[in-house]
């Protein structure tokens, strides 16, 4: 079954700094999002991405952060400089359409921020 | 706005139990409804995805209704096992607009005790 793949799994990175996250959504896919998960709580919806622009962000989703999909087959995450507040597990999701198509989710970086 | 509540927030049964997990969502205007699995520091999974127009779905010893109207929705897990044990998340997207973010309940977490 087709997999939604997201890399690094674990990142480690000290306050101030740029992070990248990775993701390669189902190649036949054409909505992207990514979601992020701070321990305890629910999971919360960052950023969509649909015909190579920002379809809707959220309140998180401020200056510092942006996304890329340089190739047409990666789909990338991009915090400017890092904060303690920004340690979380992200994840990259796709789906194939509209409506009535449901989520696939990759399996997660956590982000740790020293 | 979207909230979802899933009760309990926890559960412990014995192995061979059959067990419901609920879900509730306040605003009933949803195209559909997915239930995922997240195990310990893991991705979320897909388990199943029920369309508005149904009323239940189902795979293997997991059998998921909506009752749109009412806004609520339950994953029945039939003769649980140890390796079910994990957190079960339930989660809408918004109807309306093209983005289809997902609002997320917090979760219940599942323990199957062998």
């Known amino acids: 079954e087709p997999e939604v793949t997201q890399t690094p799994s674990h990142q480690v990175t000290q306050m101030g700094q740029e992070v990248i996250l990775r993701c390669v959504p189902i190649?036949?896919?054409?909505?992207f999002y990514w979601y992020r998960q701070i321990l305890g709580q629910k999971v919360e919806f960052l950023v969509s991405f649909y015909n190579n622009e920002i379809s809707e962000k959220s309140e998180i989703f401020d200056d510092q952060f942006s996304v890329e999909r340089p190739d047409g087959s990666n789909f990338t995450l991009k915090i400017r400089s890092t904060k303690l507040e920004d340690s979380a597990m992200y994840f990259c999701?796709?789906?194939?359409?509209?409506?009535?198509?449901?989520?696939?989710f990759g399996s997660g970086t956590r982000l740790t921020v020293v | 706005k979207q909230e979802v509540t899933q009760i309990p927030a926890a559960l412990s049964v014995p192995e061979g139990e059959n067990l419901v997990l609920n879900c509730s969502f306040t605003d009933s205007a949803i195209y559909n409804l997915q239930w995922f699995r997240q195990d310990p520091g893991k991705g979320l999974t897909s388990l199943l995805l029920?369309?508005?127009?149904?009323r239940e779905q189902t795979s293997g010893r997991l059998n998921a209704s909506l009752d749109k109207s009412s806004g609520r929705s339950t994953l029945y897990i039939a003769a649980s096992q140890p390796g079910d044990s994990a957190t079960y998340l339930c989660a809408v997207p918004r109807s309306g607009g093209s983005n289809y973010k997902l609002t997320f309940g917090k979760g219940t977490l599942l323990t199957v005790n062998p």
């Open positions: 029920i369309q508005s127009s149904q």
């Open positions: 190649s036949n896919h054409l909505y």
């Open positions: 999701a796709s789906r194939e359409g509209d409506r009535g198509y449901g989520y696939t």
